[in-house]
């Protein structure tokens, strides 16, 4: 059992966490990553990406992740293997310090902390998801629709992430189709008035889906297998790809009853900056933000949650040597 000590303690290794700890090195803090269960986070589960900036070919998110890892580490950050089980965020019942405390006893403490634990995308569980995952099956509009151009396409889901979706995939197809398993949907009336006056948009309704079917030729995605849920009467989609989206689940249960989580259980911060109500605790990436869930807007809000840990040190610093000049 081993004592790690740090002046920035993240967890959490996606695009967050790793563009905190490259400004929080580059700034001197010697940070400290804890890797968590899907080391690199959820860029290491796509393929194909073409929307990170600098980078004219399509380059694999696991490799981006595996080249910001090694900035972060060339820069003077030290990546520890290990899952957070508990927090403690009472910096002053721990002699001013974060503490946290690794599945195998071992203990991390932080000056600061830079939450970056994420957010997974929900998925139905159903027969050929996994197996068609990167296939015509995705999570993500914003990150793979550009592969169906021209192609039939569906969404899964009625709530504001699958409207947007669907919205967001006419940009590609023509041909797009959500499928919800009730007959209204959760999502604002100003999207679903949106996507009802779109022409390139029909919705199927009462419809669950059972498995998804993949080609036995080519092993991609062909249709999705549905039950209406008013008739019980079993029926396929065909299609080119599917979308589901019916919610993200943010990573924040480490946090319980220590820090504030909105309705959709994110956690709060500060607009427009990662501070939560805790000062010298900050929250980046997709853990604290529904709306944009980008690699891109989650590299944005670490480097400012590293950029304000640094701050609220120097503060520090600044107030107790003003208090010891004064004694
Ligand atoms: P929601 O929880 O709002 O909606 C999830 C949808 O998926 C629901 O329609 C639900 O159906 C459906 N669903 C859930 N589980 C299943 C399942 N197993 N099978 C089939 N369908 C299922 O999630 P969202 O991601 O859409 O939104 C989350 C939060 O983020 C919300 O507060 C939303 O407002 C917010 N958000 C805001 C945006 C914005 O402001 N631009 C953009 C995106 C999200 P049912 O309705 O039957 O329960």
Known sequence: MTTHTTRMLIIGSGPAGLSAAIYGARAGMKPIVVQGLQPGGQLTITTDVENYPGFRDVIQGPWLMQEM??????VGTRMLWDTIVSVDLDADANGGVFRAVGDGGDIYEGETLVIATGAQAKWLGVPGEMELSGKGVSACATCDG????????????GGNTAVEEALYLTNHSQDVTLIHRRDSLRAERILQDRLFAHPNVKVVWNKAVDHFVGHAENGQLMAVAVTDTVTGEKSEIATDGAFVAIGHAPATSLFEGQLDTDDSGYLVVTPGTP???????????DVMDHTYRQAVTAAGTGCMAAL???RYLQAKEFDEMAKEAAE
Request: net charge positive; with cysteine; glycine share 12%.
């Open 69 to 74: 890892e090694a900035q972060a580490v060339h």
């Open 146 to 157: 550009f592969f169906y151009r021209g192609k039939k396409v569906v969404v899964i889901g």
């Open 275 to 285: 501070k939560t109500r805790i000062p010298g605790v900050f929250a980046c990436g």
């Open 308 to 310: 304000d840990a640094e």
